[in-house]
């Protein structure tokens, strides 16, 4: 699981392409996700409540480039925690090791709404401040458009979402995910991401880039499931003794997702009491000093 070995390598040396999708509800990822492979793999039926319950990834060959697409469950979804959905989230090594190459960032066409900046904000929180630099905007409902250009939209938009676009080093780009079959609108959005892909030097996003908190909990999840490997390997051993094709890597995924959420908790658990010990042993230092001091003051007094 380590990003050290990987971290400068060019991304041709890295296939696939890593291509992580993020966004509110309802913004119409697991379509776009689609519409990118150009395959019906992420379930996208329209519903009151989102259908991406945990990350999910497919592949396929875009082009002539390997690309992972690891679809996301919906930010700010109404009934559910905001911080369980971006830990489902962060927690799923396996599915984006070494580290996403790129995000998409989706949102419908239209205005940006305060839980649009909301969810911004909340991205930065758990990612990073350098998570735009890896950022494109991929506006979905392009059949909205009509007669105008997604340029001609942009520039009528409100400011918010100008100066949001801007602080995305990938620029924007538009789906009209009603049209999947219109693979030109893939190959133009292909070309920017390899552009911003080449900006960043050909690299993924790696841990050391999230704060330093989510940081030091991915480390150490990292580290626990390397030192779980072989228990983990066992595990996937006796799943191939039962299970073949489809029915195995869906018991695959489960597994890994088991193992995820068991190594997270016992980092975070690691870490707090790490945290919590250390704020003992500096209030203890604390209370000594001023006993000290008082001792001190005690002394000269009867002096």
Request: glycine share 6%.
């Amino acid at each position: 699981m380590s990003t050290q070995a990987a971290d400068s390598i060019p991304c041709p040396a890295e296939k696939p392409l890593r291509i992580m999708l993020l966004g509110k509800c309802g913004a119409g990822k697991s379509s776009s996700g689609n519409t990118i492979l150009n395959k019906m793999v992420f379930c996208s039926e329209m519903k009151l409540v989102g259908i991406t319950v945990h990350c999910e990834k497919e592949s396929a060959v875009v082009g002539d480039v390997p690309v992972d697409v690891i679809d996301t469950p919906g930010l700010f979804e109404k009934g559910s925690n905001k911080e369980d959905i971006i830990r489902e989230i962060l927690q799923r090594l396996k599915l984006q090791e070494p580290g996403p190459h790129v995000f998409a960032y989706v949102i419908p066409l239209g205005r940006l709404t305060q839980e649009d900046q909301d969810t911004h904000t909340l991205i930065e929180a758990k990612f990073g401040p350098r998570v735009w630099d890896y950022t494109i905007v991929l506006f979905t409902h392009g059949d909205r458009l009509e007669d105008k250009t997604i340029n001609n939209i942009i520039t009528e938009s409100d400011e918010n979402l100008r100066n949001f676009i801007r602080k995305c080093s990938g620029g924007f780009h538009v789906f009209n995910n009603k049209t999947p079959e219109d693979q030109k609108q893939v190959t133009t959005f292909m070309e920017k991401i390899e552009t911003l892909v080449a900006l960043n030097g050909g690299s993924y996003y790696k841990t050391e880039l999230y704060p330093e908190k989510e940081r030091k909990i991915r480390k150490r999840q990292e580290s626990i499931l390397a030192e779980r490997d072989e228990e983990i390997s066992k595990k996937e051993g006796n799943l191939r003794e039962h299970y073949k094709d489809e029915e195995l890597k869906k018991m695959k995924t489960k597994l890994w997702r088991k193992e995820e959420e068991r190594a997270r908790k016992d980092a975070e658990r690691e870490l707090y009491s790490m945290s919590y010990l250390m704020k003992s042993i500096l209030l203890l230092a604390v209370l000594c000093l001023l006993l000290c001091c008082n001792l001190g003051v005690s002394l000269k007094k009867k002096k």
